[in-house]
């Protein structure tokens, strides 16, 4: 029905930057990707699952978790049915799992509002 495909991921040094990629093919319940509220999640060694980041529909509203705000973006290309994340001053404490999810609501930075999810894209940040 639907795929969510996360790139981007691999080691970097500490103040460096990574893009994530996620590439999304099918539709949810008949819907278009212009249409899903996408967010990233991450989730490190022996922790929960966290939110990241959020985007709506259009791409006019996120949001951002306190410890990301100023560092990461988040973007979307709705003609390339993709969602961004743009990582930058990079610190060890952003090792994780990255995962893309898509959700039919609003705009949430919830995460059992996020139904479907890619596999995860391993970023590590080295001292």
């Known amino acids: 029905q639907v795929q969510l495909v996360e790139s981007g991921g691999g080691l970097v040094q500490a103040g460096g930057s990574l893009r994530l990629s996620c590439a999304v093919s099918?539709?949810?319940?008949?819907?278009?990707?212009?249409?899903?509220?996408m967010g990233w999640f991450r989730q490190a060694p022996g922790k929960e699952r966290e939110f990241v980041a959020a985007?709506?529909?259009?791409?006019?509203?996120?949001y951002y978790a306190d410890s990301v705000k100023g560092r990461f973006a988040i973007s979307r290309d709705n003609s390339e049915n993709t969602v961004y994340l743009q990582m930058n001053s990079l610190n060890p404490e952003d090792t994780a799992v990255y995962y893309c999810?898509?959700?039919?609501?609003?705009?949430?930075?919830?995460?059992?509002?996020?139904?479907?999810w890619g596999q995860g894209t391993q970023v590590t940040v080295s001292s």
């Open positions: 099918g539709h949810i319940r008949g819907r278009t990707f212009a249409t899903y509220a």
């Open positions: 999810a898509a959700g039919l609501g609003a705009l949430t930075r919830v995460i059992d509002r996020y139904n479907y």
């Open positions: 985007i709506g529909w259009t791409g006019g509203a996120s």
